[in-house]
């Protein structure tokens, strides 16, 4: 089992809907949980970065932490053809970059 | 403020070949890590310098090296190239290798043959 698991889609939903993407992850000593997004041929872009279980709301985008579950959501509401990249969560114990743990990533399509 | 730029963003090269990646960090950055990015294995993380020093190494072998700079500027080389290098070559910048202040660049994509 790996230790950060991301379905890898690809997920086709039309432009406006909400999306849901998730990340479940077995090392509960994990506190620091990121999202990126990563367009095609670009480097990826943090996007939510939140510390330890509960809530975080920015614009459109809602992040999620179940540390009871080892679960984390990233949801997108009215999403926009420009959001079509690739979503990839990551998180660790630290604050460190060298600890963290990325998922594969999620292709996410926004279709107009 | 100029991001991160690395260069060059595409190479083909040969096993057995050697090859350099170079990266430029945000200006005040003084944090570099390096990232391997390939379909099987997600992102992982090679390497971080600080202060012209490695402070951090991940798990990969003595093949893949690098250096800073005194400018900060940074550069990782690949010796004895294998099928398996094939992949995108992430360096991010940041101010002292804190993940929330990090800034990717947009990668070297090296193919090889």
């Known amino acids: 089992q790996k230790e950060v698991e991301q379905d890898p889609g690809p997920l086709s939903v039309p432009e406006g809907a909400i999306v849901s993407l998730n990340c479940t992850y077995s090392?509960?000593?994990?506190?620091?949980f990121m999202w990126y997004r990563q367009y095609s041929r670009k480097g990826p872009e943090l996007l939510m970065y939140t510390y330890s279980s509960g809530n975080k709301e920015d614009g459109r985008f809602t992040a999620q932490v179940d540390k009871s579950s080892k679960y984390i959501s990233l949801f997108i509401r009215d999403s926009q053809p420009s959001d079509s990249a690739t979503y990839l969560c990551a998180m660790s114990v630290d604050n460190y970059g060298q600890n963290f743990v990325f998922g594969p990533g999620t292709r996410l399509s926004v279709l107009p | 403020k100029a991001g991160v730029t690395q260069t060059p963003r595409y190479l083909i090269k040969t096993r057995g070949q050697q090859v350099t990646l170079s990266c430029s960090p945000i200006?005040?950055?003084?944090?570099v890590s390096w990232y391997q990015q390939t379909p099987g294995q997600g992102l992982q993380f090679l390497f971080e310098?600080?202060?012209?020093?490695?402070?951090n190494k991940g798990n990969f072998p003595g093949r893949f090296s690098g250096r800073q700079f005194s400018n900060s500027r940074s550069e990782m080389n690949v010796s004895t190239l294998e099928l398996g290098d094939s992949a995108l070559y992430l360096c991010?910048?940041?101010?002292?290798?804190?993940?929330?202040?990090?800034?990717f660049g947009p990668g070297t994509r090296l193919t090889v043959l």
């Open positions: 200006s005040g950055h003084r944090s």
């Open positions: 090392n509960s000593a994990f506190q620091y």
């Open positions: 310098y600080f202060s012209e020093t490695q402070r």
């Open positions: 991010a910048s940041s101010v002292d290798n804190n993940v929330d202040t990090q800034y």
